[in-house]
Nanobody
Framework: QVQLVESGGGLVQPGGSLRLSCAAS????????MGWYRQAPGRQRELVAR????????NYADSVKGRFTISRDIAKNTVDLQMNSLNVEDTAVYYC?????????WGQGTQVTVSS
């Protein structure tokens, strides 16, 4: 079992920045992928960004390319999401995800609200 603890959400004005962090603990497989998903009210959960355990492969949603950056600290089993130039469409609950060959684990979610 893998546990995920997220932090860093909050309220920010349009054009502002936030940084989300997620720490994984438990039975972590050496080859894995961690990332961030989000779910806005009335919408399906969608991929924001994800990165493999060796940092070699990253994927971003088209809507966040050039504004968000995902990074990992393999030694600490953490994944961060730096979000810049935020707009109201980025408002959602953001979830950290861990996956390997055997399991998918989710964090509890952290609210990001972009509003003036």
């Amino acid at each position: 079992q893998v546990q995920l603890v997220e932090s860093g959400g909050g309220l920010v004005q349009p054009g502002g920045s936030l940084r989300l962090s997620c720490a994984a603990s438990g039975s972590i497989f050496s080859i894995n992928r961690m990332g961030w998903y989000r779910q806005a009210p009335g919408r399906q959960r969608e991929l924001v960004a994800r990165v493999t355990s060796n940092g070699g492969v990253t994927n971003y949603a088209d809507s966040v390319k050039g504004r968000f950056t995902i990074s990992r600290d393999i030694a600490k089993n953490t994944v961060d999401l730096q979000m810049n130039s935020l707009n109201v469409e980025d408002t959602a609950v953001y979830y950290c995800q861990y996956s390997d060959w055997n399991r998918v684990s989710w964090g509890q979610g952290t609210q990001v609200t972009v509003s003036s």
